[in-house]
């Protein structure tokens, strides 16, 4: 089985810093994109950013320029560095994982954690 766990979420005031990480365990072969997701009150769930096997990013906007996504292979870890912090920042994170569930596999399957509260509050 395929576990992610998400960890360092918490409260911090505007202005502040949290680093996420997203530790794959299991029998995953040829990952193929790492990532963060997030999900506000009442919205939708969103790319925050992603990171493909080359090391290719991907930021959404609105976090552009404060979030930084990084990847240690040999530990099958993604982090999400998250500086400037504002309360609109406020969400649960997602970690995904994209691979192949069988080494014979022709498709990639999806891989969800179960998310990490960030509040960013005064």
């Known amino acids: 089985q395929v576990r992610l766990v998400e960890s360092g979420g918490g409260l911090v005031q505007p202005g502040g810093s949290l680093r996420l990480s997203c530790a794959c365990s299991?029998?995953?072969?040829?990952?193929?994109?790492m990532g963060w997701y997030r999900q506000g009150p009442g919205k939708e769930r969103e790319l925050v950013a992603t990171?493909?096997?080359?090391?290719?990013?991907n930021y959404a906007d609105f976090v552009k320029g404060r979030f930084t996504v990084s990847k240690d292979n040999t530990k099958n870890t993604v982090y999400l560095q998250m500086n400037s912090l504002k309360p609109e920042d406020t969400a649960v994170y997602y970690c995904?994982?994209?691979?192949?569930?069988?080494?014979?596999?022709?498709?990639?399957?999806?891989?969800w954690g179960q998310g990490t509260q960030v509040t960013v509050s005064s």
């Open positions: 995904n994982v994209q691979g192949r569930k069988y080494s014979f596999s022709t498709t990639y399957s999806l891989y």
């Open positions: 299991g029998t995953i072969f040829n990952i193929n994109t």
């Open positions: 990171i493909t096997s080359p090391g290719t990013t």
